[in-house]
């Protein structure tokens, strides 16, 4: 990639902050690409054509599934109503117990951990890479005691984690590896679909990621004692393949409606062309930023297909005569639309976590000495650093090359300004 976008920028030129011309002006904004088409429409009346809409033999729902499995090959597919359902559900069927621990990334969607604290199970956060914000297998193994079950590894922004050295470890203590793919739609690990590298892979529909229903996941495996288990797991305990209803163990209802999966249906016929974009636009900015003095680019592997839910830049605040925030206000002002960081603070940071506010102010799994957790105590500094030092800059299928060009300008021109 060559580095054009730095032509006719220099550190001379008035930043828009300061009422200069802004790099990116009303007309360039992205396109603005309808979500949903023809195909939704058509699927969503197909639907309502049939006399029931329940999930279990609808036609829609066989729909889904088999266009997932197109996608991601796996034998046990259980539809669901959230990314969140699919990681409880994941968790029931792997047999999660109280005080059994999990551990996972601390920079990621609250919903990654809702069915560990559901389920009594313990999140253990442990901390991550500097640049691809994945987590480290290091401080995966450094955190493993008598008492951790499994390790739920969390693709952020679609860019995959380290599945061999996540897998090597899950298999020497004898752990289930879950894969968190909610943000990974299209992403491949070496050229194998993220999803079937662990034990359980979970995704979700929810209206932000690439594809959607409004509301919606999916949860599948091809472990068979794991896989069976899934669609009890979420739907009341009952077995509708067998159609025993004498409920065994206690499990949500979290399914999917055949309205909702008719969308996801058609929604997954896109998977493939919404990643393409996203990966090459956001290699794009990759490349254009390693170029940038100060700033430190997405790290994504050679091997690997990130399919960007959205993309992170690192600064060095060493290089810089002002704040991360200050950056970011002065490449608003540019016309990029970016922010600081991505959640505030790590998940052990949320009060719910410092105060072990789980259950209406109290954590019965603790008060019980099945735990001793303390998130007060939990320090993840790599992740901490990350939130406090990222910018945020979105990618998506409504963007182009043009667009990234102008971005990486905007970059350029706030860099150079503040530059030490
Ligand atoms: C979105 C998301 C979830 C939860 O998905 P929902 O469908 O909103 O419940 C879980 N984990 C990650 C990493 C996510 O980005």
Known sequence: MNVTHTAGVNRN?????????????????????????????????????????????????????????????????????????????ALIAAGIAPGDEIITSPITDM??????????GVPVFADLEPYSYNLDPAAV?????????????VHLCGNPCDMQALRAIADRHELVLIEDAAQAWGAEYRGRPVGTLGDIACFSFNDFKHVSCGDGGIVASSNEAYGRRLQKAAD??????SGNRMVEELAPCYRMSALQASVA??????????????????TQLREGVASIPGLRPHAVRDDDYCSFWFSMTRIDPDAFSC????LVKALQA???????????????????????????????????????????KVDCPEAEAILETAIN?????SMDEAWIRLVLEALHKVASHFQV
């Open 265 to 282: 249906a058609a929604q997954m016929e896109r998977v493939r062309e919404i990643a393409g974009i996203r990966n090459r636009l956001g």
């Open 13 to 89: 030129d008035l930043l828009a902050i300061h009422g200069g011309k802004s790099i990116i002006g009303e007309k360039d904004t992205a396109n603005t690409s309808l979500r949903w088409g023809q195909p939704e429409v058509t699927a969503v009346t197909n639907a309502l054509r049939e006399d029931s809409l329940f999930y279990w033999k609808h036609k829609s729902v066989k729909l889904l599934t088999a266009r997932f499995q197109r996608h991601c090959p796996l034998e046990y597919v259980t539809p669901c109503s959230s990314g969140t359902a699919a990681l409880h559900i």
């Open 393 to 397: 800059i979105p990618v998506n299928e």
């Open 323 to 326: 704040s991360r925030d200050t």
């Open 141 to 153: 193994e450094a955190a493993i005691t008598p008492r951790t079950r499994a390790i739920m590894a």
């Open 334 to 376: 540019e016309g990029l639309p970016c922010s600081g960081g991505y959640i505030a603070v790590p998940l052990y940071r949320y009060p719910a976590f410092q105060n072990g506010n789980f259950f209406s102010g109290r954590w019965p799994l603790r008060e019980a000495g099945l735990t001793d957790m303390d998130y007060k």
């Open 111 to 120: 919903g990654t951990v809702i069915g560990m604290l559901y389920q009594q």
């Open 236 to 241: 009341k305990g009952y077995d509708r393949v």
